[in-house]
């Protein structure tokens, strides 16, 4: 099983998963000529591609979604909510770039109801986010257990329920509290990102690893960085302190904890 960011962060997110026989991606957020190219360095292709998981319809998840699956006639996936959205800007003029989707090519998934696409077992997860309904996915193959967990506000019991057990794990690390505070970002907008249905900062990141470590774990990708209010090295730096202050029996050096890049794919996690 692999896991791999094509890219991720705050202008574009693009998960691959795949096992030997099936290729999802998490999301298209970023064209669809990038998408290609991120493929080609993994040895594939978007004729590989199985199925396309979407998070929700915020336009750094799901922009180059349309293209990719037209060219392939790749089935997408997504909640009953998020493919209402979809639908919508599908038939809008302004339409946010997707333009028109096959509506066969759509499929509506559940929380917490698993479903197969040949032999990876899919697992959506509640996460609270300021869309129509959007969640974060677990994916297993045979023993093996991934996750895609982004664009979350605030996480609960639930939440770490549902992230305890997995060999590796993409958790988004959206920004330094203190960089968005003093940045140039509207109130309204630092308000939002700090709010219940925003993004997860670093220091919230590392508090909800605390909570799933276990010692099967193999990799943490970080994920879904700010632009403006990060820096991937205070990101990782962040992390790894939170882990190392709590009161648990791992420390930061025990786990392979990278940062995923906006700009560039990220080296595969094999397990």
């Known amino acids: 099983m692999r896991l791999c960011s094509i890219a991720s962060g705050s202008s574009g ?8 026989t099936t290729h999802l991606l998490v999301d298209v957020g970023i064209s669809g000529k990038r998408t290609e190219s991120g493929l080609e360095e993994l040895g594939l ?11 929700h319809e915020h336009a750094d998840h799901i922009q180059g979604m349309g293209v990719i699956a ?7 996936y997504a909640t009953e909510g998020t493919l209402r959205e979809i639908r919508k800007m599908c038939s809008s003029e302004k339409g946010g770039g997707l333009g028109s989707i096959d509506d066969g ?8 109801v698993k479903f197969t696409i040949k032999d990876l077992t899919v697992n959506p997860m509640h996460i609270s986010h300021d869309a129509a309904q959007p969640v974060g996915y677990r994916i297993s193959y045979g023993q093996k257990r991934v996750a895609v967990c982004t664009d979350l506000g605030v996480y609960n019991e639930y ?4 992230l305890r057990g997995m060999d590796a794990l993409l958790l988004e690390s959206n920004h330094d509290v203190n960089m968005l505070q003093v940045g140039p970002y509207p109130y309204y907008l630092k308000q939002r990102i700090l709010g219940n249905r925003g993004h997860l900062s670093n220091e919230n990141s590392g508090r909800l690893l605390c909570r799933i470590l276990h010692d099967g774990l193999k990799t943490v990708l970080l994920g879904h960085l700010s632009k403006e209010n990060n820096l991937p090295e205070l990101a990782f730096e962040s992390v790894r302190m939170e882990i190392n202050m709590d009161d648990n029996p791992y420390r930061a050096g025990d786990f392979d904890i990278r940062v995923a890049r906006r700009d560039a794919v990220t080296p595969v996690v094999e397990l």
């Open 159 to 162: 939440t770490i329920e549902c």
């Open 70 to 76: 037209r060219k392939y006639e790749v089935p997408i």
């Open 105 to 112: 090519l759509l499929h509506e998934v559940r929380e917490d």
């Open 45 to 55: 292709s978007g004729r590989d591609i199985d199925g396309i998981l979407i998070t």
């Open 13 to 20: 997110n693009c998960i691959y998963v795949g096992s030997e």
